[in-house]
């Protein structure tokens, strides 16, 4: 790090009391990390903190300042829960006036690795471990482009203030507000990290369509060696990011991207924030390497030696790691890639109804998408006795400010004319419901989206699916033929067509928030009533 960078003068409004420590390097957050009993080192000389109460996201404490930019746009409700703007501006207030005087870490940044629609970020930190993961996640300006840099949006974080619900208008004491007339995300209450990642992919969720005619993703991206794009969007436990960390494809990036209006497929991030329950080096080898000194882990335990110990749960299952981008070897650089030519929908279908691969039409395709669907296995959740469907729109609903059939337009004017594929991949059970049938193997997934992408499966045999109207594929050199039909893998068949019928109800069921606003073509591509 250039000094004259971190020595830099810095003003900020309403911080005119604090210590602004500007663009520190990595290992010097580290070290104030370690100074202040943030965190420790593990025995290869990663820092490893612990985030607090807070784990993972509290999406009911996520709002949205409801002003002259977002009244009519916004898709309010339990996901985009409205603030009201006087509140928002008398919290900042004292937000800032609990940050100031404290010793604080300020770091400018960009998000969206195509210029012609990043934006510039400022982030203020109550503590250096936050910041060292605002530089891992974040794009890292040059020194060139640091010079005169004003940021447009900022990010007040400030994990040790904590609201008054009924004074400041919260649900209680932790928040994230995103105001799009101040440019600012307030977060307070919390120090879980991927809370300032995530509202900064919401405000691109809610710009890129609006400003750019740009299409925000919630998904993976990697690119074959003949420089073809393919994405990968599933919730947690899918196989998003195993499908695409692929030894034969380079990665652009592992969660957040955006598609433009020239089909250019771009990374939002300047790094990856993984999963490290049960990590170990043989199923995972890339992300296991990246774990090196300017990683940042969190809420994992160490044992007498430093070593993570990766199987332990008692913090929370939701272990995670960030780091630059570049520390995975096999990625592009900079983030970015043609307009896909394949894109694949990943569903763990633990009612081991759905096909392991199917094709898409554009209408079948703006539906899945905007049902975003998956199946929670048994034990998973106090009381879930048996798979339980979950739903997220556009795969990623807790980020989506705008109706999710806006998104879903935008997909199928982007497929429109292409010879882009779009396939359904089930990642989850045949034989039978989670209890009684098997995980569909790795292998055999593997070997489906190896060939989808090949070209294996252009002219593959197809038949029309009779609840779904999906175009399964029927043969694909390799796998089974049994396994590509469901029904034939039961062995109870009318248990699966009383199945099938079943989960059909429930895609219905789920669609009907959506029928205001959706178009006809999309509304009619969804499971057949029977």
């Not at 993976?220 to 196989?239: I, K, P, W």
């Not at 509304?523 to 057949?528: D, L, N, S, Y």
Request: with cysteine; charged share 20%.
């Amino acid at each position: 790090m250039n000094p004259s960078i971190s020595e830099r003068p810095l003003t900020i409004a309403g911080l005119s009391q604090s210590k602004l420590q500007y663009q520190l390097d990595p290992q010097t957050l580290t070290q104030h990390a370690l100074e202040a009993n943030r965190g420790a080192l593990t025995s290869n000389g990663v820092l490893n903190v612990l985030t607090g109460k807070f784990t993972g996201r509290a999406p009911e404490d996520r709002f949205i300042v409801r002003d002259s930019l977002t009244e009519d746009r916004v898709w309010w409700g339990n996901v985009n829960i409205p603030f009201n703007k006087a509140h928002y501006a008398a919290l900042k207030s004292k937000v800032l006036h609990y940050l100031d005087g404290k010793n604080l870490f300020v770091r400018d940044a960009f998000a969206g690795a195509e210029d012609s629609v990043r934006i510039s970020i400022r982030v203020i930190n109550e503590f250096p471990d936050h910041n060292l993961f605002c530089y891992n996640m974040f794009l890292r300006p040059t020194t060139n482009e640091l010079a005169g840099l004003d940021p447009e949006w900022t990010i007040l974080h400030a994990p040790g203030f904590e609201a008054e619900a009924e004074r400041d208008g919260t649900r209680q004491g932790n928040f994230a507000i995103l105001s799009f007339e101040d440019k600012t995300i307030l977060i307070g209450g919390t120090g879980y990290t991927g809370e300032m990642k995530k509202g900064i992919f919401s405000a691109l969720n809610f710009l890129l369509p609006t400003q750019h005619n740009t299409l925000p993703m919630h998904c993976s991206a990697n690119m074959g060696r003949d420089g073809s794009t393919a994405l990968f969007f599933g919730l947690s436990g899918t196989g998003k990011t195993t499908l695409s960390a692929d030894p034969n494809r380079q990665l652009i990036g592992d969660d957040e991207h955006g598609w433009t209006a020239g089909g250019l497929v771009f990374n939002f991030e300047g790094g990856c924030y993984a999963k490290v329950i049960d990590l170990t080096e043989e199923k995972e080898p890339e992300i296991f390497r990246a774990i090196r000194p300017g990683a940042l882990l969190e809420n994992v335990l160490l044992d007498a030696q430093g070593t993570p110990d990766y199987s332990n749960k008692k913090i929370t299952e939701n272990t995670r790691v960030s780091y630059p981008i570049d520390h995975i070897d096999n990625c592009v650089l900079p983030s970015q890639g043609p307009a896909p030519k394949h894109v694949f929908f990943l569903t763990a279908d633990a009612y081991g109804i759905l096909p392991p691969l199917s094709k898409l039409t554009r209408a079948q395709a703006a539906y899945h998408f905007m049902s975003g669907y998956t199946a929670k296995v048994a034990g998973t959740e106090a009381g879930v006795t048996e798979p339980k469907a979950a739903f997220s729109a556009c795969f990623g609903a807790p980020f989506m400010p705008l109706h999710p059939s806006e998104y879903a337009e935008m997909l199928m004017s982007k497929l429109s004319g292409t010879d882009i594929q779009v396939w359904l991949v089930n990642t989850g059970w045949t034989g039978g419901a989670y209890g009684t049938g098997q995980r569909i193997s790795l292998k055999n997934t593997r070997r489906l989206i190896q060939a989808a992408m090949s070209g294996e499966l252009d002219s593959a045999a197809t038949v029309t699916d009779p609840y779904f109207g999906l175009a399964r594929i029927s043969e694909c050199p390799g796998v089974g033929s049994e396994l590509l039909d469901p029904r034939a893998t039961w062995s109870d068949k009318e248990a699966y067509d009383a199945g099938a019928q079943r989960l059909g109800s429930l895609f219905q069921a789920n669609f009907t928030k959506f029928e205001e606003g959706t178009a006809a073509e999309i509304k009619a591509a969804g499971p057949r009533s029977n």
